[in-house]
């Protein structure tokens, strides 16, 4: 919180500090912050009209005061009201003061829910007050979310304080607002902050209050603001048009074993389409599991290549960017291109060689994690950024790439389809094209759920593959809560496999171990020489070995759905008919049967993802916690909906009749927050 900010509060340091964790920074974010639920201190109750179960006001004369000492030690308090009832105070901890505020023939006022106690009715903990005669609120009283240290009343001032400080007109026109039945934007957040007493607590929760409406429809439709400024600077914004001669993308095809499908050949189009244009590319390469992203990417690359530009090629693991730079590197080579992969395990002598050579654009072609785009790595014409399952990364290096690729055309690819609601508002400034066809000849895989009672037999199913000249995946249970026995757990399960299959020969990849080790192990799994690969889930995402034939899954009831569907997709990449074992322990939680039910009845990772979606919630599919991308607070995308389509269909009027409307209503609701919607 600012200076000029704490002195119009009129608060300390200290007071600010605390706002400050509550993520209040300025007088709209307070006028935002609104009320958990609400006391009633409007009306005293009589005690003869009170309801066990209830939150209530009743006054009443002290008619005893006793310090009891069982079942354990506490002040209670008898109070009578008017008409003679009596009705019980408890108070498990208390202070001098309170015994002396609460003695015998005071007046006094108690705010608090009433219970059926041993002798009648009791309130145990409630707010006193003394009778002074002093009128009751007129509104219902807010409670807010705090922190240790500020209490509600104060919370309650800087609000109010806030509300008569801001401009609360309104940035909607009464057209749109009767149109929609939406209140006033000063009439809405009033009342919730100060509701008159005619409204009950059921009302102020619901959704469907006009007052919550209105917030909702404002967040919605900053949100379609901000998306749709940002596709305009997008495409006001100037690229170079990659027009490659397509003399390096038809060697390749030449070359490659197989023919694209017609869903590849189609986006690849929409790619080469936008790639010719004159403002950057914002395009999602989405396709299932096993659909062939990877050579679409790569042709694209060449385009950009033909073009003369720099390519690069972002992936989320270093197992990954390898496996990358070893299929492009077959591809490639014959094209003469010289590519390089930026990996955590080079010497730092070569990685300095690596980025001068992509400096100069001696390197045509890059791949790596992350690292690819920090500060000290510079390109000499980078026209086009790809990155692999894009969903995997945080905001963060989202946020380092959008910086590094200002003006570059990008691609992103990613296996998980996006709901129809999050494309229409997170994910609105973003093109998506589709393989929607698996290619050819794929045998499709068959799952089977296995009691882990039954381990001897998986056992002996590894040993057939295995003698069938087949290769085996084995990933060990997932321990989320702690890295350490994630590790103790892979390396156990390692030694167990060796010691079941002391002939074979067994490998281990966990996320621990360096890059290089890494990789080792990995290239020694593609080239055949394990039989049998023991690995975390670090080998979810992109691994393509096709003579990989049975996946088994320890424990797979821990996993996600979206995690399961990846790991059974690194299997079935070959022709020869592969397997997918998930283990699971009893017993089951509810989740976890519906999970398993849905891995085991579907291949189609579309529908995989909307049996997700609603198992899980729009929340959990945009990783928020972990990436940082602002939530919506108050709408819900699916209970919203139709306020989410009337937002839509609006802001683009508004963008263009109404500029100065626009950036108060963004300053209002995203202050800090532009940055991170548009990536
Ligand atoms: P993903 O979309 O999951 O990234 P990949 O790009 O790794 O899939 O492709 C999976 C496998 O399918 C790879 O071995 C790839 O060479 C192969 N492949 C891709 N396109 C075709 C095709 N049109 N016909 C046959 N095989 C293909
Ligand atoms: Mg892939």
Redesign the pocket.
Known sequence: MDDATCKQLNISAATAAKLEKLQLHTLWDLVLHLPLRYEDETRITPLADVQVGASCLIEGTVTAQEVQFRPRRQLVVQVQDAAERVIFLRFLHFYPSQQQQMARGKSIRALGEVRQGFFGYEMVHPKVKAADGAGLAETLTPIYPTVAGLTQPTLRRLIQAALKQVQLDDTLPESLLSALSLPSFADAVQLLHAPPPEYSQADLHNGALPAWRRLKFDELLAQQLSMRLARERRMAATAVPLRGDGHLSAQLTQQ??????AA?QRCLQEIRDDLNATHPMHRLLQ???????????ALAALTALEAGFQAALMAPTEILAEQHFL?FQQWFAPLNIPLAHLSGSLKKKQKDAVKAALASGEIRFAVGTHALFQQDVAFDRLGLVMV?EQHRFGVTQRLALKNKGQDVHQLM?S?TPIPRTLAMSFFADLDVSV?DEL???RTPIQTKLINSARRAEVERFVRRTVAAGQQVYWVCPLIEESEVLQLKTATETFENLSRTFPDLRVGLVHGRMKAAEKAAVMADFVAGSLNILVATTVIEV?V?V?NAALMVIEHAERMGLSQLHQLR?RVG?GTSKSVCVLMFAEPLSELAKARLKVIFEHTDGFEIARQDLNLRGPGEFLGARQSGVPLLRFANLDEDLPLLEHARAYAPQLIVEQPAIVRRHLQRWLPHRENYLGV
């Open positions: 490659l074993p197989f023919a694209l499908t590849q396709g299932d599991v096993g659909s062939g992203k990877t050579i679409v990417a299929k692999d690819m296996a393989i290619p050819p000849g992109g393509d096709p997709g990449r």
